[in-house]
T-cell receptor
Framework: QQQVKQSPQSLIVQKGGISIINCAYENTAFDYFPWYQQFPGKGPALLIAIRPDVSEKKEGRFTISFNKSAKQFSLHIMDSQPGDSATYFCAAKIGGYQKVTFGTGTKLQVIP | NAGVMQNPRHLVRRRGQEARLRCSPMKGHSHVYWYRQLPEEGLKFMVYLQKENIIDESGMPKERFSAEFPKEGPSILRIQQVVRGDSAAYFC???????????FGSGTQLSVL
């Protein structure tokens, strides 16, 4: 059962544009929503995370928007750069240890 | 401070053989996790271990798979009698504390011929 649904599967954005990746979850017990960035041949790395008591979190060019009533959250990458080209995973977990449920990933390509 | 170290990076096995994947967590980290990534899919939780203890193995297949994290040495994920469906990237991750940031290794790509 896929508890975190992610879209789109792939995304091509021009340099300087905004990349938007969307996720939806089913389990209302989730209380921590991280985003991971994965480059080819590497493991995922934590990019930014949010808790459901906050509607938005911004770190540099990366922003998470969170809609608790709709059970949706999204990642916005402002001023996208070729170096941002990677696969992005949204994820969710319930408090305690790091048993994380991942989305299926979005392969982002930023073209010059 | 070295990151999470996994070896081998690539492992090729024939059907029926055993696969042993090793993971050395970051220094000072006592919480180890194993995740599996199938092609075009997200990572799936397999098991969570602390030193000498399996805390949660709810994501592990009931047969052929086992994991350990001994008092001394790396964590080991062992797959007996491998089948083609076991072909995947296996990632190890570690954290310092229960709810602290998770750091992933670069993974072991297992190919079963």
């Amino acid at each position: 059962q896929q508890q975190v649904k992610q879209s789109p599967q792939s995304l091509i954005v021009q340099k300087g544009g905004i990349s938007i990746i969307n996720c939806a979850y089913e389990n209302t017990a989730f209380d921590y929503f991280p985003w991971y960035q994965q480059f080819p041949g590497k493991g995922p790395a934590l990019l930014i995370a949010i808790r459901p008591d906050v509607s938005e979190k911004k770190e540099g060019r990366f922003t998470i928007s969170f809609n608790k009533s709709a059970k949706q959250f999204s990642l916005h990458i402002m001023d996208s750069q070729p170096g941002d080209s990677a696969t992005y995973f949204c994820a969710a977990k319930i408090g305690g240890y790091q048993k994380v449920t991942f989305g299926t990933g979005t392969k982002l390509q930023v073209i010059p | 401070n070295a990151g999470v170290m996994q070896n081998p990076r690539h492992l090729v096995r024939r059907r029926g053989q055993e696969a042993r994947l090793r993971c050395s967590p970051m220094k000072g980290h006592s919480h180890v996790y194993w995740y599996r990534q199938l092609p075009e899919e997200g990572l799936k939780f397999m098991v969570y271990l602390q030193k000498e203890n399996i805390i949660d193995e709810s994501g592990m297949p009931k047969e052929r798979f086992s994991a350990e994290f001994p008092k001394e040495g790396p964590s080991i994920l062992r797959i007996q009698q491998v089948v083609r469906g076991d072909s995947a990237a296996y990632f190890c991750a570690s954290s310092r504390g229960l709810e602290e940031k998770l750091f992933f290794g670069s993974g072991t790509q297992l190919s079963v011929l």
